[in-house]
């Protein structure tokens, strides 16, 4: 007689509530079949893999113990999300995470009922779901909080902010922070030693099997056992004190792979719980897939891969990174400059700071995930003297503004701000794109905003920025390859505010702020296929403009129009308002200005994304002939 195989319990659960009739026997399993179909969807999609492994059984854990989504489950970041997307009927679209159409990379409230918040920047959960127990306690919607954050997103002071205020308020709430000692790159701080010194006195082992010793002495109304397994777990790690000040009970650490320590401790803290807990768990990063865990990133983020391998996909390119460009033009320029320094807020690697502090580890500071710090730090780090570079993705910027505006620019303080993933980035969406640094910095007194239209141009705009000392200066370049243009020997600083002439021509004048100078050029050569050809213009500035460049565009030209990888309000504004001031206007001109949408974009290609922004070579071109009303042109024979 032979035995069917039976059906893996994964294809059973549909949504959290598949889960209740399971016993713990059968949720171990599901968790094996969970991180299996993980990494299976990961190696077809591309995305962040290791933090999704590394809560795989919390996440199970979590789902079987509370009842989403009418207890709020608030995932901090998102990078970790894949398998709880699995769980909550998200399973048969989960390999169309990141493309066009299909399911965002982070948690999204549009998405699910099982997202009851979004999340892509780090250190907002703890808030967000004070806000939601708050809210329950007014008479909102019902149910338990949860918050999982990482300990390299409780480094910044966000967090602790949220938690001084859970602690006053002493309402019912979950903190799970997911201790795995590493954020994107390894966290940095007093926070991660203190989290470090939590369990390194006592190794993991015994204080899984104190864990076990005390819960099996538990009895049906999980009373005195409860207590006795909270004060074990809490004085042999001589932990819980720093959260316990804020007001905080404290559970940990504990074993986060172990279901038979989650399940229980989870059950005893939703049955007890009457103020807000911490529960503190330990995890490994990439775990259960050897080669996410041999990474350095522990797989944090990857291209598509062979499972079997792990072998990840590389598109084909001969044009370096502009991530790589601005790095090793920045250290060139630190060996002739020892006043050079570098600043990143934990992202070394994204920023390629990884490579300066390479060759300067005295000079290079990942100050962890605080841009706020970062800005201030480095704005210090200026009136000392030095000249810092504080790079910074574009979206993760707009969460130091107020240090930008404060700290920096009403100080003049020579402070150079490195922009990556300036424009729109693709599979991460909206939440990562670089859409409004040029508004929000062009608007500031004495700040000088460059835009790289190639690699070279990013090159001279480093050694640009390392020359000036009067007053903050910005350069800002997108993700990934460049367009392969010969790179210069050496960067040479650029005149501030003089743009660069492409190409010369009639009738209309392209005006283009970044690298959509290649679409740009693109457009301009099919129009000149039609008997058309504009003038183009690399305007290089946002800040100080080209006046005279400007200006004589626009007495030379029946129309003008810029182009430019930003909101409204940016560069395209900037020169309105200077033809409106001049009274060019008044003469006939007529000016058009493309920017991105006012809306927010979800993630596809890049290529897709600027087609949906209307803002590729066909519609540049298009909008030349609606603004000199040509219905259409014939391409030449």
């Known amino acids: 007689m032979t035995h069917r195989p039976s059906t893996p319990l994964l294809d059973r659960v549909t949504l959290p509530s598949d889960m209740k009739g399971l016993s713990d026997r059968e949720l171990r399993q599901l968790a094996d079949e969970l991180r299996a179909e993980t990494i299976s969807a990961v190696s077809v999609t591309g995305g962040h893999l290791g933090a999704g492994l590394g809560v795989v059984e919390l996440t199970v854990a979590l789902h079987a113990v509370f009842d ?187 074993d986060g792979h172990d ?67 601005f790095a090793q033009s920045l250290i060139a320029e630190a060996e002739r400059d020892s006043r050079i320094v570098a600043v990143t807020a934990a992202m070394p690697d994204g920023t390629g700071l990884n490579l300066f502090a390479d060759r300067f580890p005295r000079r290079c500071f990942d100050v962890g995930i605080a841009e706020q710090h970062a800005v201030t730090f480095s704005a210090g780090l200026a009136a000392g003297g030095m000249r810092p570079f504080c790079a910074i993705y574009s979206t993760f910027l707009q969460r130091g503004y107020d240090q930008v505006v404060h700290d920096v620019a009403i100080q003049r303080l020579p402070v150079r701000f490195a922009i990556d993933r300036a424009g729109l980035v693709g599979a991460d969406g909206a939440t990562h794109a670089g859409s409004f640094d040029v508004a929000f910095l062009a608007n500031l007194p004495g700040m000088v905003v460059m835009a790289a239209a190639d690699e070279a141009e990013l090159v001279h705009m480093v050694a640009t920025a390392a020359a000036h000392d009067d007053g903050p200066i910005a350069f800002r370049f997108p993700r990934g390859e460049g367009v392969g243009v010969e790179l210069p020997a050496r960067g040479t600083p650029l005149a501030l505010g003089v743009a660069r002439l492409i190409q010369s021509g009639n009738r209309v004048a392209l005006l283009s702020f970044g690298t959509r100078l290649a679409e740009t050029l693109k457009a301009a050569e099919s129009l000149a296929q039609k008997g058309l050809a504009p003038t183009v213009v690399d305007a290089r500035f946002a800040k100080p403009l080209d006046r005279d460049m400007i200006l004589n565009l626009a007495r030379n030209h029946e129309a003008l129009i810029t182009i430019e990888e930003g909101a409204i309000g940016g560069f395209g504004s900037h020169v309105a308002q200077l033809l409106a001031d001049e009274g060019v206007f008044d003469r006939g001109l007529k000016y058009r200005s493309m920017v991105l949408p006012d809306t927010f974009i979800d993630h596809a290609s890049p290529e897709a994304m600027y087609r949906i922004a209307g803002m590729d070579a066909a519609q540049i071109e298009a909008k030349v002939l609606q603004t000199l009303g040509i219905a259409s042109l014939t391409k030449r024979a």
């Open 68 to 254: 989403a989504p009418r207890d709020k489950i608030i995932w901090d970041v998102g990078h970790q999300c894949y398998p709880h997307k699995i769980l909550t009927g998200r399973r048969d679209r989960i390999r169309t995470l990141r493309s066009e159409g299909g399911l965002s990379g982070f948690t999204k409230r549009s998405e699910s009922p099982y997202d009851p918040f979004g999340a892509a920047h780090s250190s907002t959960s703890i808030s967000a779901a004070l806000g939601f127990a708050m809210a329950a306690d007014l008479g909102g919607d019902p149910g338990d909080a949860v918050a999982v954050i990482g300990d390299g997103s409780m480094s910044a002071g966000m967090a602790f902010e949220a938690m001084n205020n859970a602690g006053h308020l002493k309402k019912r709430l979950f903190v799970v922070l997911n201790d795995n000692e590493m954020s994107i790159a390894p966290p940095v701080g007093a926070l991660s030693s203190y989290l470090s010194r939590l369990y390194a006195e006592a190794p993991l082992q015994d204080l899984k099997a104190a864990a076990k010793g005390a819960l099996g002495l538990l009895p049906p109304p999980l009373q005195e056992g409860a207590r006795r397994a909270k004060e074990m777990l809490k004085g042999m790690a001589m932990g819980g004190t720093l959260f316990e000040e804020l007001g905080f009970s404290y559970i940990g650490p504990i």
């Open 259 to 325: 279901l038979d320590q989650l399940l229980p401790i989870l059950r005893t803290a939703k049955a007890r719980a009457t103020g807000p807990i911490l529960l503190h768990v330990l995890t490994k990063k990439g775990k259960g897939y050897a080669p996410a865990e041999a990474a350095r990133d522990k797989g944090h983020a990857t291209a598509k891969f062979d499972v079997l391998t792990g072998v990840q996909a590389k598109a084909a390119s001969n044009a370096p990174s502009y991530t790589k460009v």
